[in-house]
């Protein structure tokens, strides 16, 4: 399995439609402080189905959706899509492709599709358990995971396991 | 499960040491259950000690010695349980020109089994990505344009 | 106590906006007393929103711009409270080359009225200071040598 | 009042005796990781009075004393003096130098001077006070530091008023 592209639409910084092709081992993001090199980050965590705000620097669900600039009004909706080749079939569908779509409304409303046919987080678990793609604690190396795992009575490495 | 946890913090330990090793250049480094009887729930700690050092504790090295042995820990981990990508956002900060060298080495041997996607603002480190993505942001709005190598990432760091 | 608490906390909110503004060429911030009854023991919030962003708590910024406005905020309390010699250690790491530079212009400021011992692996800050020490370490034992600046700074980054 | 310079033995990884002088505005130092860099700003932060052992990154007040490395025995003393200039006498004290020395032995055992003249820990205390070079946390800029400011519930401006 591996990641093709991402698009993000509406998501924190990402006021207009951004598609990102990431077919390649080892792609560098680079730019400078605050430009939202993070919030793709934070963006892939999200469509995979994260629910704790606090994992994507969050204080509530609603903060991923663009809040406005000072020449831009807040949008109603964040959309991420996540396309993944599946030849190997470790999500157990029969695909090639996989696209995993994530919406947020203003309202509150959220929808997750999987190649366009809606379904429900629990399907999405369903299918990505086992594949290592849902569990996001360690697959995130940042300065603030070292630090989780060298305080004091971390259980960090009991979490993982 | 109990079986299980144990059966893969042993290999995260041997891991962990053989990681160590090749990013110190030497030393050793172990991770110990504290309480036997119940090891999901125990402390776990972390011993590290850089060749020539009497440390013992990973809490008395420096900034920069943490930040490798916390890389090892994390590697070994991230190769016991692999998942197909993973992400890495400003972790050769605090590392200096050597010991981001030794890193890079180890990058390279990982990119071989799952996709990375790497956040940095150090320039060796964004040499040995095989693709580079400039970050924009313009009106509280980011845009992401795609760059070609070695030419293009004078201007952007 | 209540009154000079309150006397400080002013002087400190208004410096903080003035290099706030200055480190980031713009935007400004603020920080707020949650419980006028008992200042002294009251939650303080930091409010920071860099030009052209709704973001108003300190907490939504990213890694570069906190460190950046918490920067800005512990120089505001430095000038506030003065003490003849502060240290900054790797406090230059998270940020790019642009804030880099506006830093920097900010420590030239504050070094005419104290001291300042530097620890960074940054060049561009290395060039600004008026003396270098080199520390190294052989068989676990530190040593220290001064370095003559720019022919030596490339060998020892 | 200006620093002058430090001298450090057997502080930390300090096992031979250094002496640093300090008598311009902007010094920098730089070195590998783990060279010892901050460890000479936790031999200025012990010799002013730090009692904390976490404050110098240690675990016990012990933890100062260098404990040896693969080709070098402990020691069993670790010894900080620091010069200052009082011209302005910002030190209520008739000296234009002030030389205040920290020792703790592998026993226990600690003792401070000034000016080589043994005094108490009280006695450093009183005489600092005021010049702003006892309070240790705001003049130290450093990543944790920072961590500490923007923690949720911090009070470190609190403490620092
Ligand atoms: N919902 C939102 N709407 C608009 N902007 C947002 C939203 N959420 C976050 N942002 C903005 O995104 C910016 C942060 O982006 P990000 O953390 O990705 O930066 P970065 O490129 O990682 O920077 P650094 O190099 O400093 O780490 C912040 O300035 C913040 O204001
Ligand atoms: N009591 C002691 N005896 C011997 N060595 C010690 C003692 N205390 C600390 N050290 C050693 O000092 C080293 C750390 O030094 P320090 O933290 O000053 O490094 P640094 O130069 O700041 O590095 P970095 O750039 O990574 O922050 C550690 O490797 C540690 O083993
Ligand atoms: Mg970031
Ligand atoms: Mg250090």
Redesign the interface.
């Known amino acids: 399995?591996?990641?093709l592209d991402i698009e993000i639409s509406g998501f924190?910084?990402?006021?207009?439609p951004?598609r990102?092709p990431?077919d390649?081992?080892?792609?560098?993001?680079?730019?400078?402080n605050?430009?939202?090199?993070?919030?793709?980050?934070d963006a892939?965590k999200w469509v995979i189905g994260e629910q704790s705000p606090k994992e994507i620097r969050c204080e509530k669900s609603g903060d991923v959706i663009f809040n406005?600039?000072?020449?831009?009004a807040a949008q109603g909706m964040a959309e991420v899509t996540l396309r993944?080749s599946n030849e190997d079939k470790?999500i157990p569908l029969n695909y090639n492709e996989i696209e995993i779509t994530r919406r947020l409304y203003k309202n509150g409303d959220s929808e997750y599709l999987l190649n366009r046919t809606p379904v429900r987080l629990k399907d999405i678990n369903r299918f990505l358990s086992g594949?290592?793609?849902g569990?996001s604690s360690?697959?995130?190396?940042?300065?603030s995971?070292?630090d989780d795992?060298?305080r004091?009575?971390?259980m960090l490495?009991?979490d993982?396991? | 499960a109990k079986e299980?946890?144990e059966k893969?913090?042993n290999i995260?330990k041997r891991k962990f040491n053989e990681i160590f090793v090749e990013l110190f250049g030497g030393g050793k480094s172990n991770?110990v259950i504290e309480d036997e009887q119940n090891p999901?729930?125990?402390?776990?700690t972390?011993y590290a000690q850089?060749p020539?050092?009497?440390v013992k504790?990973?809490?008395?090295?420096?900034?920069?010695?943490?930040?490798?042995a916390?890389?090892a820990?994390?590697f070994a981990?991230?190769e016991t349980?692999?998942?197909?990508?993973?992400?890495?956002?400003?972790?050769d900060?605090?590392?200096?020109?050597?010991?981001v060298e030794r890193f890079l080495t180890l990058?390279k041997r990982l990119?071989?089994k799952?996709?990375?996607?790497?956040?940095?603002?150090n320039r060796r480190?964004?040499e040995?990505?095989?693709?580079?993505?400039?970050?924009?942001?313009e009106?509280?709005?980011?845009?992401?344009i795609s760059?070609n190598l070695q030419k293009e990432?004078e201007e952007?760091?």
Chains 1, 4 share one sequence.
């Open positions: 399995m591996k990641l924190k910084s990402f006021a207009n951004v990102i990431i390649k081992d080892l792609i560098g993001f680079v730019g400078p605050g430009c939202g090199k993070s919030n793709i980050v892939i406005g600039s000072t020449l831009r993944l470790i594949t290592g793609l569990e360690y697959t995130l190396f940042k300065p995971v070292i795992l060298l004091p009575n971390s490495i009991n993982i396991l | 299980d946890f893969n913090f995260i991770i999901i729930e125990s402390k776990i972390i850089p020539g050092k009497r504790n990973i809490t008395m090295l420096s900034t920069g010695e943490q930040t490798l916390a890389i820990l994390l981990i991230y349980k692999p998942s197909p990508f993973c992400f890495m956002d400003e972790i900060a605090p590392l200096d020109d050597a010991n990058l990119k071989s799952s996709q990375i996607l790497m956040i940095t603002h480190t964004m040995i990505c095989e693709y580079i993505y400039g970050v924009t942001m009106e509280g709005i980011s845009k992401v760059i990432v952007w760091v």
